[in-house]
């Protein structure tokens, strides 16, 4: 089967169906050992401050980290910052418990492709059971027949600091836990360290899950093997990214919440590194060439809108739909 490439992922006679699910040791033990102490010794080593430990670091990891720093800035390069902020929010990130930067960028490019295609294989649809997909997603990878080839960017490559992050990503949680078990004691490393790695994983998870099967559509996209879908009840846990029936329209926005009502945590972090002089070149809908096929299936009032089925593509109505959310 033919494909396209896709920014870093190049085609090579590439297949995205045809592979087989492999168990990823490293992966498995990692989110398993992370789990089991938060089952067990959540519930034994409770406080109000450890909870509070736990909510705090999940906050500021996921939103400022995962969203905003690996997702909206690394992957995608939606607004610009200064290196140092870039490190810090990309090391924030990493310390979510997910992969390093290297690996966050191949896991999102190589399935970003592969749902870009006419089909793609079963996990990168998350077509299977609730219980299989869950396995999959987290304990296993795809190994396909034939891959297309990952190619890098140089200024992400050269970076000694992401190569020293890529090297040493779990390891990472070490320093961050000796600081909690200074601060707090044991309660608070098991809640600060396992219990929000498990739970930020599986939550990674869960909104990957649904978010490609069903909900609200705002756009699709003609000729490819997976649509994206919002999540609205989620937005505000997932500091805007549930709604990722807007970032498979617009996947190099810097906003995800996109229409009225769309609560978009790390949009009004972006914001407020503009407003300080710390952030440029902020893409928005309304800045990017739409994606080829792009529609829109409701109108932008709220989740429940008419549905039209007029192509936006180069009209006044796409324009005027996205003027609003400039900074």
Known sequence: MSSISTGRMIDDSSDAVTGRVVWMPAKSIWITAMTLIAIIGGPLTFTWSAFAVFILLTAITICLGHSVGMHRLLIHRSFSTPLWIEHFLVYLGVLVGMAGPFGMIYAHDIRDWAQRQRDCHDLYAHRRSFFTDAFWQMHCAVALDHPPRFVLDERERRDRFYRFLEATWMAQQIPLALALLALGGLPWVVWGIAVRVSVS??????????????????????????????????????????????????PESARLGIEPGQLDLGWYFIRLLAGIGLASAIKLPHMIVPRRGLRRVEIAGDAGGAHSADSLSGTAEYSAAFKRTSP
Not at 208 to 222: P, Y
């Open 201 to 250: 994983l599986t939550g990674h998870w869960l909104i990957g899950h649904f978010a490609h099967r069903a909900g609200h559509q705002g756009w699709s996209v003609d000729d490819v093997a997976v649509q994206g879908y919002n999540l609205p009840h989620f937005g505000l846990v997932t500091f805007g990214e549930s709604f990722h029936g807007n970032h498979h329209a617009f």
